[in-house]
C-alpha cells in the first residue's frame, strides 16, 4: 500500500476541500482505499507545507509519492516553492487538477496575476512531474507557451463527482453562493455593481422562487458581505460533506462560485455561474458549458440574463447532457495518467528496496 504526499490549497475556502475531496477519490480509485493519502498544506507554516528543505525531506523519506493539487497552484501565491528543496526531491511528482488563469485590468483586458508563480518555477515543478494533468485549457496553453511537454487536460476531479440518486429529493431553497466583491480581481467599477447586481438578484430570486434563498459563504472572508443582507439568511459550511449535501439537495443553485456550478453539473442540480476572470470562464468552457455561462465583464445586466437562464432550465439540461462525452473522456484520461503514477510509484518503490 502506497503513501503519497498531497500538497494542496488548505486556505479557509470550502471549494478548497470540495477539489481535494474529489481528488483524494479519483485517486483513491485506482491505488486503492487503503493507501494513506497525507494532506500536505501548499503554503509554508511554522511547522511543515510546501516544497521547504523540510518538508521535501519527509517526502523522501516517508512519501512513494507525491501529488500537487487539485486547485490553483500557479497563482494567489497558494503554494510555496524553495528551488533548491523541490530540485532535491527524488519520489515520483504528479500534478493533477492544477490550473492557471488571467484576470481583467481596468481596461478590462486579460493579465498575468501579480501574485502568479514565476515561469522558471512553473518550469522546474513541470519538469519534476511524471503526470501533469491541468483543469482547462487556458492552463494547458499556458504551460506549453511555456514550453512544457506532456500536458493532459484532465478536468478538474469535482466533475467526476458521484451523480444524485434518481430518487434524490429536492429541498425548496435557492443557494445563492457568493464572493466579497473586493476580493474579485475586475475594474472598481464592477467590484460596486456586484454589489447591486446581488441585491436585485436576490429580490428577483425572491420573487419568483419566493422566500426560499439563502446566501452561500463558501470563504470566511464572504461572511462580511453577507451580512450586507440581514434579511436573507447566511449558510457557511466548514465541512465539505455538509456542503456536498446542500448542493445535492438545493432546487437550484445560482453562483460567483465555480465550484459550487461544476459539483452542481456531476450531480445533476440546476446551477447557474458568473465568471468574472480566466479562471472560471475557462473551465466552464471545457466542461462544455460555455453557452450557459454568465460572464460578468460583458453582460450588461447580469440580473437580468441570470433570470432568463433560470426561466430556460431545459436548457441547462440540454447542454449538460451534450457536455457528458467530453467530461467522460477528461476522467478517462485522468484514470489512465493516475495509471501510469502508479505504476512510477510502484517502479521507484522497487528500486529504493533494492538499493
Known amino acids: ?111 498575468d496575476r501579480t501574485d502568479a508563480m514565476p515561469p522558471d518555477v512553473i518550469r522546474q515543478l513541470a519538469g519534476k512531474a511524471s503526470t501533469i494533468l491541468v483543469r482547462d485549457r487556458a492552463s494547458q496553453r499556458m504551460l506549453e507557451d511555456l514550453g512544457v511537454g506532456t500536458v493532459e487536460l484532465g478536468g478538474c476531479p469535482s466533475l467526476f463527482l458521484s451523480p444524485n440518486r434518481p430518487d434524490q429529493a429536492a429541498s425548496d431553497r435557492i443557494l445563492f453562493s457568493i464572493r466579497h466583491p473586493a476580493r474579485m480581481s475586475v475594474p472598481p467599477e464592477l467590484q460596486w455593481r456586484v454589489a447591486d447586481d446581488v441585491r436585485r438578484l436576490l429580490e428577483a430570486l425572491e420573487r419568483a422562487y419566493g422566500p426560499t434563498v439563502a446566501l452561500a459563504c463558501h470563504d470566511y472572508k464572504d461572511i462580511e458581505f453577507a451580512k450586507g443582507f440581514p434579511n436573507t439568511p447566511l449558510l457557511y459550511f466548514d465541512g465539505v460533506e455538509r456542503y456536498m449535501k446542500a448542493l445535492r439537495q438545493c432546487r437550484l443553485s445560482v453562483t460567483y462560485r465555480l465550484h459550487a456550478f461544476l459539483p452542481c453539473l456531476s450531480f445533476g442540480t440546476p446551477s447557474v455561474h458568473v465568471s468574472y476572470d480566466e479562471r472560471g470562464s475557462a473551465m466552464v468552457a471545457t466542461a462544455g458549458m460555455a453557452a450557459w455561462d454568465v460572464d460578468l465583464i460583458r453582460e450588461r445586466d447580469v440580473v437580468a440574463t441570470v433570470m432568463q437562464r433560470t426561466a430556460d432550465l431545459v436548457r441547462y439540461w440540454e447542454l449538460r447532457s451534450a457536455a457528458q462525452p467530453a467530461i467522460a473522456s477528461m476522467k478517462a484520461t485522468s484514470v489512465a495518467a493516475i495509471r501510469r503514477f502508479a505504476d512510477a510509484v510502484t517502479g521507484y518503490a522497487r528500486q529504493r528496496a533494492a538499493a
Do not use: W
Open 1 to 111: 500500500m502506497a503513501t503519497l504526499f498531497c500538497v494542496r490549497p488548505a486556505t479557509r475556502n470550502i471549494g478548497n476541500d470540495l477539489i481535494n475531496h474529489a481528488a483524494s477519490e479519483l485517486v483513491s480509485s485506482v491505488f486503492g482505499n487503503d493507501t494513506a493519502l497525507v494532506t500536505i498544506p501548499a503554503l509554508e507554516d511554522a511547522h511543515f507545507g510546501g516544497f521547504t528543505k523540510a518538508q521535501v525531506y519527509d517526502m523522501n523519506r516517508l512519501a512513494d509519492g507525491v501529488v500537487v493539487g487539485g486547485g490553483n497552484v500557479f497563482e494567489n501565491g497558494q503554494l510555496t516553492v524553495d528551488p533548491d528543496a523541490l530540485e532535491a526531491l527524488r519520489v515520483p511528482l504528479m500534478l493533477i487538477g492544477v490550473s492557471h488563469g488571467r484576470i481583467y485590468d481596468t481596461d478590462r483586458h486579460l493579465v
